[in-house]
């Protein structure tokens, strides 16, 4: 069960994405977002899902880790689904019964919203597996270092982000482990009705919520013994740079955005389908 989430793993591998500075591939990040919201033509939107396996392919991440990070949206992506499909009203009416009515806007939205869920989903992943936690912080901090002039604590939200992201597949083993543990002792789960199950998982929550609290202690205790003090003054093994590949990244990304602007306008082709159905079918 937990251990299909890969948010927050490293796939320790040598490949041109994990070389890019987490600088770039946070900002990078934020352009594939962009792209993905301002893509309105479901084609165009297939064109950025093939730009996502090529970034996979050649991070040479397996395309494992991504469905993995994708499969705990199992019962999420059905009923975000359903929700709009039926809820949403505008365009040609395909199916009129009762009190349920679908729409082409209704199907349209429904199909957009799965596969956007789907494409962030990815795109995060892809970041986390390819990034350590520490270049993470260290990125995170140097892209809000020009917010210290009205003394936003940069060095301090990178490090809350990165712990609390980092600990993600750490407490995922550790509920695993009591999970199990609890199975052993004859505990049983996933029986009964909704709130039978949901009662269930006490002797689970509980003792991860101590271990949890334990384990930020020690990592403070440990934090405090080693004269941490924030980032003031605080010095760096390896300083980050931008190199070439960088440059080459950020500019396949901007053609990435380029291109969904340019094809989505230039050839509406979601339009041209609606448009052939609409003549076949012979509805208004």
């Known amino acids: 069960m937990f251990k299909d989430i890969t948010l927050g793993q490293y796939f320790p591998v040598d490949s041109p994405v994990h070389r890019l500075d987490p600088r770039t591939k946070l900002i990078l990040l934020v352009m594939y977002i962009v792209a993905v919201f301002i893509a309105k033509d479901l084609w165009v939107f297939g064109f ?12 040479r ?3 494992s880790y991504i469905t993995k990070a994708i499969k705990p949206m199992k019962w999420l992506l059905p009923l975000m689904f359903l929700l709009n499909l039926f809820m949403v009203k505008t365009g040609t009416v395909l199916v009129q019964w009762q009190f349920i009515t679908i729409t082409t806007g209704g199907v349209r939205q429904a199909l957009f919203i ?7 989903v990815s795109g995060a992943s892809l970041l ?5 936690p520490v270049s993470l912080t260290e990125g995170l901090e140097r892209l809000f270092a020009p917010l210290k002039v009205i003394k936003f604590p940069a060095h301090e939200l990178a490090m809350m982000m990165t712990i609390a992201l980092r600990f993600i ?11 199990k543990a609890q199975l052993a002792r004859g505990a049983d789960l996933e029986s009964g009705n909704v709130l039978k199950r949901a009662k269930a998982m006490l002797p689970i929550l509980i003792p991860l919520f101590v271990n949890s609290f334990r384990r930020a202690e020690e990592l403070a205790l440990a934090m405090e013994s080693r004269c941490y003090h924030g980032g003031e003054g605080r010095t760096r093994l390896k300083v980050l740079r931008f190199h070439w590949r960088d440059l ?3 500019l396949i990304m901007a053609a990435l955005i380029a291109s969904v602007i340019i094809l989505q ?3 509406p082709i979601d339009h041209w389908i609606a ?5 076949l079918t012979g509805l208004k």
């Open 48 to 59: 950025i899902i093939a730009f996502m396996l090529f970034m996979t392919a050649m991070s």
């Open 61 to 63: 991440v397996p395309l």
């Open 114 to 120: 799965v596969l956007r869920l789907i494409a962030l």
């Open 128 to 132: 986390t597996l390819t990034t350590t």
């Open 169 to 179: 597949p750490t407490l995922l083993e550790e509920a695993d482990k009591i999970m």
């Open 248 to 250: 080459i990244a950020f």
């Open 265 to 267: 306008n230039t050839f």
């Open 275 to 279: 448009q052939a159905f609409k003549n």
